[in-house]
């Protein structure tokens, strides 16, 4: 079966669901989810949206100001331009699309604070910001009549031809031919090469492994953010991320002797960006031989620490902990890729017609460290640049008709066999122990050599064209082109 589209997005996260919305009606879009709709990156956000929107003591000025310090000043500023200028267009989008933000007494929007930014500025669903956000946009796509929303739909192999784009989708057990004038990879992180990780488990960087395949520039891969205070429940994989906007609203840092230390590290104390509160708990652990830290918000009102953060007060207690009264076990873990598919203002990638928004793409914005709450915003605002910018070339007639796209050979092999086990568990323990906050380049050398064994032999075996395949595949791509950045 093949079938032909204007465009093939790739995702059903805050960038690709906005990326639709933001397309003319008149144009025939697929979009694709390689599992439910709702499991992804962008539901898991608990912290809110960061923007200048209907400011009073604040300023798109400020907004950039944070988020070059966050970024090291390494930030690409024709992007991060467009990031806090944009920021309240998106907002007023949403608001209209019925998300809902809390609100005071007075029934203005309330605005939080998270580590790095300088004013409140981050607006929020009580501790489940992305969840709202995601379903409500989701909600207005599937109004569209334009759209095909498909779930369960993995991408696995896609290339580039004379007229677009050709894509191999596996649904239900089927490979189809998929062909589109343009393509937006809309994929989300990469988390899942790490052992511990507060990602989804769809974020295994298939995206990111078409793009490089297909020749496109990617940047940055080894720039990945570690969240400081992830719930240490070292016994499963699955981090919960416990939201910075509890740091925000005033909990402290503890360490294993129940003392602050943030002091010691830097001035702005909790409140200093991701990657310094990381390293300094990393280094606190390593001068007093343990890795046992704590957030501490008991002397909060009670009742305010309940609605303020509903989900994690549940969550905590489901795991024996009363963040009202007990002190909260935390320790850093993977959480953010800042690096990707690099990109232009317009989220085209270095492939003509190719796109990519969102987590997996690399727009610059963040330069070296994000700043809390700028990646839901980013992936709406380039979410719209790249819709603005592929309407505009179909209106230009830059492309093909649509009964005339070509359509790639993707062979199927007979005799293919499955993966051998234990591919991504070795990947894992490799990224694991070769980077975690600050590399470890013994490891880091030795981890490069054996990755590079292992797509070698993935890239040329002759195996079943599967989940396990293309995202084991994914992750040892993804753990190659970060360790050739680390060494
Ligand atoms: C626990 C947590 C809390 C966070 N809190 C915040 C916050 O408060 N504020 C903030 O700004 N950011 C936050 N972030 C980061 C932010 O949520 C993400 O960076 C952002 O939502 C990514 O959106 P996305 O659309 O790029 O990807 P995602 O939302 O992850 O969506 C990726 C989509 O791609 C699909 N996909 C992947 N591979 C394939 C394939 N091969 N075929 C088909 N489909 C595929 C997936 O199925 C999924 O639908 C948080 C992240 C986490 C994990």
């Given at each position: 079966m093949v079938k032909n589209y204007d465009v093939i997005i790739a995702g059903t996260g805050a960038g690709g669901i906005y990326t639709a919305l933001n397309l003319p009606d008149e144009l025939k879009i697929l979009v694709i989810t390689k599992r439910d709709l709702i499991l992804c990156n962008s539901a898991l956000a608990q912290g809110g949206i960061a923007a200048v929107y209907q400011p009073k003591d604040d300023s798109v000025g400020m907004h950039t100001q944070d988020t070059l310090i966050a970024g090291g000043f390494k930030n690409n500023p024709d992007s991060l331009k467009i990031l806090v200028n944009e920021a309240a267009h998106e907002i007023e989008t949403i608001l209209k699309l019925g998300v809902d933000f809390d609100r005071d007494e007075h029934g203005e929007l309330h605005r939080t604070l998270e580590g790095g930014h300088s004013r409140r500025r981050i607006f929020h669903h009580k501790d489940s910001t992305g969840f709202e956000i995601t379903t409500k946009l989701q909600d207005a796509l599937k109004k569209r009549p334009n759209t095909d929303i498909v779930e369960n739909a993995l991408l696995c192999r896609l290339k580039k031809t004379s007229t677009g784009f050709s894509a191999d989708i596996l649904h239900n057990d089927e490979h189809c031919t998929f062909n589109s004038r343009y393509f937006v990879l809309a994929t989300g992180g990469i988390g899942r090469v790490y052992d511990y990780t507060t990602n989804s488990a769809i974020a295994t960087g298939d995206g990111i492994t078409f793009a490089y395949e297909m020749g496109a520039n990617i940047k940055n891969l080894s720039l990945i953010?570690?969240?400081?205070?992830?719930?240490?429940?070292?016994?499963?994989?699955?981090?919960?991320?416990?939201?910075?906007?509890?740091?925000?609203?005033?909990?402290?840092?503890?360490?294993?002797?129940?003392?602050?230390?943030?002091?010691?590290?830097?001035?702005?104390?909790?409140?200093?960006?991701?990657?310094?509160?990381?390293?300094?708990?990393?280094?606190?652990?390593?001068?007093?031989?343990?890795?046992?830290?704590?957030?501490?918000?008991?002397?909060?009102?009670?009742?305010?620490?309940?609605?303020?953060?509903?989900?994690?007060?549940?969550?905590?207690?489901?795991?024996?902990?009363?963040?009202?009264?007990?002190?909260?076990?935390?320790?850093?873990?993977?959480?953010?890729?800042?690096?990707?598919?690099?990109?232009?203002?317009?989220?085209?990638?270095?492939?003509?017609?190719?796109?990519?928004?969102?987590?997996?793409?690399?727009?610059?914005?963040?330069?070296?460290?994000?700043?809390?709450?700028?990646?839901?915003?980013?992936?709406?605002?380039?979410?719209?640049?790249?819709?603005?910018?592929?309407?505009?070339?179909?209106?230009?007639?830059?492309?093909?008709?649509?009964?005339?796209?070509?359509?790639?050979?993707?062979?199927?092999?007979?005799?293919?066999?499955?993966?051998?086990?234990?591919?991504?568990?070795?990947?894992?323990?490799?990224?694991?122990?070769?980077?975690?906050?600050?590399?470890?380049?013994?490891?880091?050398?030795?981890?490069?050599?054996?990755?590079?064994?292992?797509?070698?032999?993935?890239?040329?075996?002759?195996?079943?064209?599967?989940?396990?395949?293309?995202?084991?595949?994914?992750?040892?791509?993804?753990?190659?082109?970060?360790?050739?950045?680390?060494?």
């Open positions: 953010q570690f969240h400081p205070t992830a719930f240490n429940n070292k016994h499963t994989r699955e981090c919960f991320l416990i939201s910075e906007a509890v740091r925000g609203e005033g909990a402290y840092l503890k360490n294993c002797n129940k003392e602050r230390f943030m002091q010691n590290y830097d001035d702005r104390l909790e409140l200093a960006p991701r990657d310094v509160v990381s390293h300094a708990i990393i280094s606190e652990g390593r001068k007093l031989n343990s890795d046992e830290f704590y957030l501490d918000i008991t002397h909060k009102d009670p009742e305010f620490l309940k609605n303020r953060f509903p989900m994690i007060y549940k969550y905590l207690l489901s795991q024996g902990i009363d963040m009202t009264k007990d002190m909260i076990p935390i320790y850093p873990c993977q959480h953010y890729l800042m690096g990707g598919i690099n990109v232009n203002t317009s989220a085209m990638s270095s492939i003509d017609g190719l796109y990519a928004v969102g987590e997996c793409s690399h727009t610059g914005v963040h330069g070296n460290n994000r700043l809390a709450s700028n990646s839901l915003l980013e992936a709406l605002v380039f979410g719209r640049q790249a819709a603005e910018d592929i309407s505009k070339r179909i209106t230009e007639n830059q492309s093909c008709p649509l009964d005339s796209l070509e359509s790639a050979d993707f062979p199927v092999n007979a005799d293919a066999v499955p993966i051998p086990r234990g591919i991504r568990t070795e990947v894992r323990h490799i990224i694991q122990k070769s980077y975690f906050v600050i590399p470890n380049m013994q490891e880091a050398l030795s981890g490069f050599e054996r990755i590079s064994e292992i797509k070698r032999m993935l890239e040329e075996g002759n195996f079943i064209i599967d989940q396990n395949y293309v995202e084991a595949k994914s992750l040892t791509t993804v753990a190659y082109l970060i360790l050739k950045e680390v060494i």
